[in-house]
């Protein structure tokens, strides 16, 4: 199992940082990583993105996340002191746990933030194992 370098806790384990960005693009926030009995979560904000506009993949115990978004086109309305909105490629980059199964992990984009949910193999779960006396 994967232990996170900065919490020494087993679980998800950040790749590298944000790959693959351009300098204008907005980096999304740092993602959220809980586990519960069942799953390891995560969570990502994504203001301004579409559904269409991400990628999520897990290929050899990496999760990928990805997503692009256009320049917004906007009339000019006159000096700009700051503009923040930010357009581009990114790519963030977990490495997961091998005791999760990777045929049921779930991602769902609503009100601009990402969850991926992946949940622990059968195997990976705690299970009580009941102690008998002689017989």
């Known amino acids: 199992m994967t232990t996170c370098e900065s919490t020494g806790v087993p679980g998800v384990e950040p790749r590298g940082g944000h790959e693959n960005a351009t300098d204008d693009a907005q980096e999304p926030d740092v993602p959220h990583v809980y586990e519960t009995e069942d799953a390891f979560t ?3 904000n994504l203001p301004g993105y579409n559904l269409s ?3 999520v993949n897990l290929e050899q ?3 990928q996340i ?3 978004r256009e320049e917004a ?3 000019e309305k006159g000096t700009y002191h700051v ?3 930010g357009w581009g490629r990114f790519t963030r980059s977990f490495t997961v746990p091998h005791t999760i199964d990777p045929t049921g992990v779930q991602a769902e984009f609503a ?3 990402l969850t991926v949910i992946l949940p622990k193999a059968a195997e990976a779960k705690t ?3 009941e102690v008998k006396g002689p017989k």
């Open 66 to 68: 990805s997503g692009s």
């Open 53 to 55: 506009d991400i990628d």
């Open 83 to 85: 503009r923040e909105r």
């Open 42 to 44: 995560l969570e990502m």
């Open 127 to 129: 299970r009580r194992i």
């Open 73 to 75: 086109t906007e009339e």
């Open 61 to 63: 115990g990496v999760l």
């Open 111 to 113: 009100n601009g933030v």
